[in-house]
């Protein structure tokens, strides 16, 4: 690291704790942050699941309504309890996706585990990395090993090209703001401390294609994602970011945005948000563990001004939390 970049490094000096399973981040003195993913939460719309179901059984009442099929004789609570199945068995699906990565990064990096394999404790952070740069480091030899390689040579080709590029590879860093009183983890943060420059690349797991505007797929009439009739919804996310459509994307864009603007709140220059989304290809008659995936990788806008607005927001709303904020 040059003299120059050294200098222009901002460390902030705090030790963070995170509790996985609970998703708790606290410092040493006690104070408990929010998370990223629960600031960006508190901007967009909860599904309405009881309200858009009351819909349903109503077009389940009406034999010339074009989806009848889809809800005859159905009530709005049947309907509420298959989707609450339906989501819990799509989340446990994508939860081994996404944990097999997840427990593969923690083998490559030595990040120490409790018994139900969670991370609890003391957690790196950039403060970390700027006194030593091989804390948090993944070492890509070892990451091959987990059978990353094989099961996602997308995914292990771009942290293997980053790295030939001078980017050091950084796994489940702590990134965190006492201003704001913000705190989260990223999958996966890129380096070069030569020049100061950043890239984060993370890793999604559900089953619809990902798309930047409001909507949803339609489903057939046996509960697959039809990937050919999408509805398109006129939903937008709460004030400030009510210019942004309320869409899956959106929600990735903001959440990956405002990591990096706390990474550039340390001195460090953003140059990339890479999404890799992992999706299930569904088969009719497959198991569904044996459906083949698709990886799909987006380079995402830096959504820069919506992570500070929302920030700002937030802070101002939890004025009652001000006083606790300011350490020094």
């Known amino acids: 690291m040059s003299k120059h970049l050294r200098d222009t490094l901002i460390p902030k000096g705090r030790t ?17 942050y929010t998370s990223t993913t629960t600031v960006v939460g508190k901007y967009t719309d909860d599904f309405k699941s009881m309200k858009i179901a009351k819909a349903c059984e109503r077009i389940g009442h009406n034999p010339n309504h074009p989806k009848y099929l889809n809800y005859k ?12 199945q339906t989501t819990k068995e799509a989340c446990e699906f994508g939860t ?42 993944l070492k890509i030899i070892e990451f091959a090993k987990t059978g990353v390689q094989n099961k996602y040579p997308k995914i292990f080709d771009i942290l293997k090209g980053l790295s030939k ?29 030569t020049t100061g420059d950043f890239i984060i690349v993370d890793w999604k797991t559900n089953k619809a294609p990902i798309h930047f505007d409001s909507g949803y797929y339609a489903k057939t009439i046996d509960g697959r994602l039809d990937l050919d009739k999408w509805i398109s919804k006129d939903e937008h996310f709460a004030y400030p970011l009510n210019h ?36 299930p290809i569904e088969e009719q008659f497959a198991v569904r563990e044996n459906w083949k995936e698709l990886v799909e990788v ?12 929302m920030l700002d ?12 904020l300011q350490f020094n």
């Open 298 to 309: 987006f380079n995402l806008q830096y959504l820069e001004n919506d992570s500070k607005l």
């Open 16 to 32: 963070i704790y995170f509790d996985e399973e609970h998703h708790k981040y606290t410092n040493e003195l006690g104070f408990t």
């Open 165 to 193: 590029a001078g980017y050091f590879i950084y796994a489940e860093i702590g990134v965190y703001d006492d201003l704001y009183g913000v705190s989260g983890l990223i999958d996966i943060l890129c380096i070069n401390h």
């Open 96 to 137: 081994k996706k996404h944990n097999f990565l997840e427990e593969s990064v923690k083998q490559a990096t030595g990040y120490k585990t409790n018994a139900r394999g969670y991370i609890e404790g003391k957690i790196y952070t950039l403060d970390d990395v700027m006194i030593n740069h091989n804390y948090g480091r």
């Open 73 to 84: 004789g159905k009530t709005a609570s049947q309907l509420v309890r298959e989707w609450k």
């Open 244 to 279: 942004l459509a309320d869409s899956v994307g959106n929600h990735y864009a903001m959440q990956l945005s405002t990591y990096a603007y706390l990474v550039t709140t340390f001195g460090y220059t953003f140059k990339g948000l890479v999404l890799c989304h992992i999706r």
């Open 313 to 324: 927001d937030f802070r101002m709303k939890n004025t009652e939390q001000q006083g606790q």
